[in-house]
């Protein structure tokens, strides 16, 4: 049983990964409460992306005397092999006017070389907590933390630079198809174009959209206008969504017409019907390149429109690209696929 177990611990401590001592952050321009807080924080984040067996602040102390900061590769080369780590970080918190600005560096105990480094500045002290978390997962995965941006941690400095990552407002365009499944006269497929509003927050997205279908052979028609609420299911770039929207509809089956005008026949072509209604359509879809200032969106649909002619409905795939703007811009762009 005690052999069980002790198999298990060292199951557990090789899965966690190499030993790594995290040293005391010394402050420049702060306040030793808040470096010390810093490196705490920088501790508990490095633990949690799951690459490393972190040593305690015990062990830290039970070495130095007290977690106090190493700023020489030397001194944490030793004081990290008396503590049985492979590796060492050391890092700064440093004070340059409005910026608050974290530096980390990650060393190979046993060459010493550093084998990473990186640095992440704040103009907000409330955000320090999410610029050691990014810079703990920069660490983790070897890769500048100024590529690892997931919505919702993004810093006030870089909210106001114009990048790529921080739009609100986007517009688009996106082509697919529609299937009428009862009320249309016809089960042709009928192509699709759509235009498209988006105002995003971190967790979900507004849609206005306007769509258009006409048959290529039976000259029936449906144009749905709706908004729609739709919750995403991730944060990183490739996230899933799901929601539905409502809205207003016109359709018809004679051959040649235009949905909303279309309860004028014209002689020589058959009349069945039109009419308008009120829409709603459930949809689920994937969106692709979510933090960037683009997205190509796969949405499916089902529409369902009840007016007086009975129940149109049936699925739209389409396919969109839609551009976000810069917050400080107030503009958008707009380019059909």
């Known amino acids: 049983m005690t052999a069980a177990i002790s198999t298990i611990a060292l199951l557990s401590l090789l899965s966690a990964g190499p030993k790594v001592a995290v040293f005391g952050f010394q402050g420049v321009g702060v306040d030793s409460v808040t470096a010390f807080v810093a490196t705490t924080l920088f501790r508990t984040e490095m633990g949690n992306t799951g690459k490393f067996a972190v040593a305690t602040a015990d062990e830290v102390v039970g070495v130095l005397g007290a977690d106090k900061a190493v700023t020489k590769i030397s001194d944490a080369q030793d004081a990290a092999r008396r503590i049985g780590a492979a590796e060492a970080v050391i890092g700064s918190l440093s004070r340059l006017g409005p910026q608050t600005i974290a530096m980390v560096e990650l060393i190979d105990v046993a060459g010493g070389s550093v084998e990473f480094e990186d640095q992440l500045a704040t103009t907000s002290r409330d955000e320090l907590d999410i610029v050691l978390k990014r810079l703990a997962k920069a660490v983790a995965t070897k890769t500048k933390a100024s590529t690892l941006v997931e919505l919702g941690e993004i810093t006030e400095k870089e909210s106001k630079e114009v990048n790529r990552r921080q739009a609100f407002f986007g517009a688009g365009m996106g082509l697919g198809g529609f299937m009428p499944f009862g009320g249309l006269g016809t089960n042709e497929v009928m192509p699709m174009l759509s235009g498209l509003g988006l105002y995003e927050t971190p967790d979900f997205f507004a849609e206005i959209r306007y769509s258009g279908g006409v048959g290529t052979s039976s000259g029936a028609n449906f144009f749905p206008f709706t908004v729609g609420m739709f919750k995403t299911t991730s944060r990183s770039d490739f996230t899933p969504y799901y929601g539905g929207a409502v809205g207003i509809g016109g359709y018809s089956s004679v051959s040649q017409g235009i949905g909303w005008c279309s309860s004028v026949s014209q002689e020589g072509y058959p009349y069945d019907g039109s009419g308008t209604g009120f829409v709603v359509a459930p949809a689920v879809g994937c969106m692709f390149f979510h933090t960037y200032d683009f997205h ?42």
Not at 302 to 331: C, E, N
């Open 296 to 337: 190509v969106m796969a949405d499916l649909r089902y529409y369902l429109m009840f007016g007086g002619g009975g129940v149109q409905h049936g699925p739209a795939l389409t396919i969109s690209l839609a551009f976000r703007s810069s917050k400080d811009s107030g503009g958008c762009c707009l380019l059909g696929l």
